[in-house]
């Protein structure tokens, strides 16, 4: 048996901008449209208002890692309709990143910024 001895470069990567990890784990699907992954992304949050409009990206992640990462433009009101609980929960509006913070995080690991046991869906990082 061999033992390799690797460094994970998953563990260094390092988000340097102020953004958002969101987790989907729940609602994702490797078939799911481009559409479906911003909307499972973007909506129904209790987030702090004042925190969360300091926030420029939101990373939408399964299993650790980033699927994609959206340019965060405004937060509004999540659809009473679209959820059962909205109460004071939000929901971002958004484009695509640009390719240069896109490349940057897209498919690569956020594990280690989740310790054992944390189960909220979502963390802020750099706001």
Request: aromatic share 12%.
């Amino acid at each position: 048996m061999c033992n390799l001895n690797l460094t994970s470069k998953e563990d260094s990567l390092e988000i340097t901008e102020p953004s958002m990890l969101i987790r989907i784990n729940e609602l994702f699907r490797d078939d799911m449209s481009d559409e479906e992954l911003y909307n499972a992304t973007r909506s129904s949050w209790r987030v702090s208002l004042n925190r969360a409009n300091n926030v420029e990206y939101a990373l939408s992640v399964y299993k650790g890692i980033v699927r994609e990462v959206y340019l965060i433009t405004a937060w509004q009101e999540a659809d009473p309709t679209a959820h059962e609980k909205n109460n004071g929960r939000f929901e971002f509006i958004g484009n695509i990143a640009e390719d240069t913070i896109r490349n940057k995080y897209k498919l690569k690991s956020v594990k280690h910024y989740f310790k054992k046991g944390n189960m909220a869906p979502f963390m802020y990082i750099n706001s």
